[in-house]
């Protein structure tokens, strides 16, 4: 059975599905800008044959979104997820990543080499690739201080995370709008400003 769950690391509520009890345990890591919802296909799958964790990253989906005096690099969320497996109980853990969650994972196995029962990294964010131009794109809306500009510019955001979403998928036509809903759902419902989440009542997230 599917359970969802939250730790606190650090003063942050972190959003996690976990299923499965059996077999070596596993902590997927997901992409930017996504959530746990993209690795639950494949937790789903694999999780009568090992015990898996499937997280939201801070900053995005279901976990907390801290705006100040947090440092959102490989490293510090490597730290996050050798914290997350103190509290899971584990020594280590296979550990798995797409994307940014590729360059964490990478982070994770150098830093805690011991702590790594085996690496998976797709498509890793590293060296010079990183931030791609959609990326970019939309961290400048982080520039933007006048309020009535920055309403302009997000206006039609759903629509560009849509398109950025498409993208990143190998076949188009496999990402349903039902998968959209999902993946849309933190950026449309969630008061960033007050650093909200469905772990403090601010959101009313998409049922999985």
């Known amino acids: 059975m599917l359970k969802k769950l939250q730790a606190e690391v650090d003063g942050q509520k972190i959003f996690y599905l976990q299923k499965g009890k ?13 959530s746990s919802y993209q690795w639950l296909p494949v937790q789903n799958l694999v999780s009568s044959y090992v015990t898996t964790y499937n997280i939201d990253l801070i900053g995005m989906g279901r976990s907390s979104k801290p705006l100040t005096n947090w440092d959102y690099s490989f490293k510090n969320d490597a730290k996050i997820i050798a914290a997350l497996m103190d509290k899971w109980g584990y020594e280590k853990m296979i550990v798995a990543g797409d994307d940014w ?11 805690y080499p011991k702590r790594t029962d085996l690496l998976i990294s797709i498509d890793p964010v590293a060296y010079h690739q990183w931030p791609v131009a959609e990326i970019e794109a939309i961290g400048r809306l982080s520039k933007i201080h006048d309020d009535g500009e920055f309403q ?6 759903p629509s560009k995370i849509s398109m950025v979403l498409r993208e990143m998928v190998y076949k188009p036509g496999t990402l349903t709008s039902r998968d959209l809903v999902h993946y849309l759902e933190p950026f449309e419902t969630v008061d960033y ?3 909200g ?3 403090n009542g601010d959101a009313g997230y998409a049922q999985l």
Do not use: Y
């Not at 990478?106 to 830093?111: E, I, R, S």
């Open 101 to 111: 969650g590729g360059g964490i994972a990478l982070t994770f196995a150098a830093l």
């Open 152 to 157: 302009k510019a997000v206006l039609d955001f």
């Open 193 to 195: 400003e007050k650093g």
């Open 197 to 199: 989440s469905l772990l």
């Open 22 to 34: 059996q077999g070596p345990p596993i902590i997927f890591i997901h992409g930017v800008p996504t």
